[in-house]
């Protein structure tokens, strides 16, 4: 099989940390293996919760990486001004959103400016540098892998100046139905009239979609009936298996009778903790003081923190650390807890607590992907993660099981093993080069000379 050129469009890449920059980064490693040649175009500037400079040290020295300036503000600053434009947070009772009418105008201006998000500012040099790159690498196809969701307005001006370029969109989150709600930067009538253009312009001008949960591409092939059901194509996120240590069977219980919990991951819109710290109040005394939360990551907003903190000595929060720590930490939990509100999107944290072999304690949605998952591959219990009492029950009884690994705990190993990052990375690359064969044979039958009509 002929190498393949391809151009992966990242906003987020190594040394940028975060569960956000793994799907490109396990790409980035494991593609030339599979034939394809690699280029890596990224922001030098990305905004991100944190730096994690041992995942540069996995991208093989074959693939060339392209680093770009960006107009978008760092992390630290953009929350600070988020916090500011959000004006005075509203008391318990009052309708949310009604803070100063100065910080509320202000903040409508900014949230109907920077759209589909603040990375937009990165569109004019991103496209610059693509149309270079596609150009002095033979670039055969462009992989453009979304959020931030501003990157897809790239589709549509690579296709004007290359018509038939394979162009392939991927989608790590499905946008307009839940992530624009939960996590959107915006979510006034402008941005989604923009995300509904935006996304609109992308399917039609691409070659393929992909999603990363069945449900998630659904979703968006349901919003085009128009375009062939071939276009839209599923690669789920997965685990490395090369940096967790799978969990032993029948651990033994530690005698200080002490049920450690671990989060790992971003406590942001998708994943607040309000409904779980409500649950863990209400719990007897003699149970609440058994469990220890760690969690372990960014928490964006103060209010979650607040909440969070209000746990008292129940719960520690240990901030952003590089990935490798993060899954070390699991090795000494007895429970991953895993917060989603979302129906459609499984985050990346998912996968490596299965891979990682230890019990979930869920708090997901009742309708969710998440939780068809954690049944079907019998990785742990769950509860609505908006249902008070169901989370309670969820803890009294992880409590009547005590520490280590309890031995109703049987995962499903033959279907965990499917979400290895090594053989989905195999999987996706020789997606890539079946789309890029469809797209030559396209071109060239269109290309190829009409017989000549008869002449009456």
Not at 434 to 443: K, M, V
């Amino acid at each position: 099989m002929k190498a393949l050129n391809v151009l992966l469009v990242s906003y987020s890449f190594p040394p940028v940390g975060g569960v956000g920059v793994l799907r490109a980064a396990s790409l980035a490693r494991y593609f030339p293996a599979e034939n394809i040649r690699l280029d890596v175009l990224t922001a030098r500037n990305a905004s991100a919760v944190g730096a994690d400079p041992t995942l540069l040290n996995e991208i093989p020295p074959e693939v060339t990486v392209h680093r770009t300036v960006t107009l978008d503000l760092p992390f630290g600053i953009k929350k600070r001004i988020k916090r500011l434009i959000a004006g005075v947070k509203p008391s318990a009772g009052k309708i949310a959103g009604t803070g100063t009418g100065k910080a509320s105008f202000l903040k409508r201006v900014v949230q109907d400016v920077l759209l589909p998000d603040p990375q937009v500012t990165w569109l004019p040099v991103l496209y610059r540098a693509s149309r270079r790159i596609v150009k002095e690498r033979n670039i055969e196809l462009v992989l453009i892998t979304v959020p931030p969701f501003s990157s897809t307005l790239l589709v549509k001006k690579l296709r004007k100046e290359f018509p038939h370029l394979a162009i392939v969109v991927d989608f790590r989150d499905e946008w307009l139905s839940t992530t624009i709600d939960l996590v959107g930067y915006s979510s006034t009538t402008r941005a989604r009239t923009v995300a509904r253009e935006a996304e609109a312009a992308a399917v039609h001008h691409a070659t393929a979609v992909i999603a990363v949960t069945e449900a998630a591409r659904r979703q968006i092939r349901s919003r085009y009936p128009q375009q062939p059901d071939g276009k839209f194509r599923l690669i789920p996120n997965g685990f490395d298996a090369t940096r967790l240590r799978r969990a032993a069977q029948a651990a033994e219980p530690r005698g200080d009778g002490r049920i450690l919990v671990s989060h790992i991951g971003t406590v942001y819109g998708s994943t607040e903790p309000t409904s779980l710290v409500e649950a863990l109040e209400s719990l007897p005394p003699e149970i609440k003081s058994r469990f220890k939360l760690r969690f372990i990551g960014h928490v964006e907003e103060p209010r979650f923190r607040e909440a969070l903190l209000g746990l008292g000595e129940m719960v520690e929060l240990l901030g952003f650390v590089p990935q490798h720590e993060a899954l070390a930490a699991m090795n000494e939990t007895d429970y991953v807890l895993l917060i989603s509100h979302d129906p459609l999107n499984v985050g990346a944290k998912f996968y490596d607590y299965v891979g990682g072999g230890k019990p979930i304690l869920g708090t997901v949605h009742t309708e969710g992907e998440i939780r068809r998952l954690m049944e079907a591959w019998r990785v742990g219990w769950w509860a609505g993660s908006r249902d008070i009492e169901g989370i309670r029950q969820l803890f009294i009884d992880a409590a009547s099981r005590g520490n280590g690994l309890p031995a109703s705990f049987q995962p499903d190993l033959a279907k965990i093993a499917q979400y290895e990052r090594k053989p989905l990375a195999k999987r996706y690359a020789q997606l890539l080069h079946s789309i890029h064969e469809e797209a030559d044979d396209s071109t060239a039958e269109a290309r190829a000379p009409q017989p000549a009509g008869k002449i009456g």
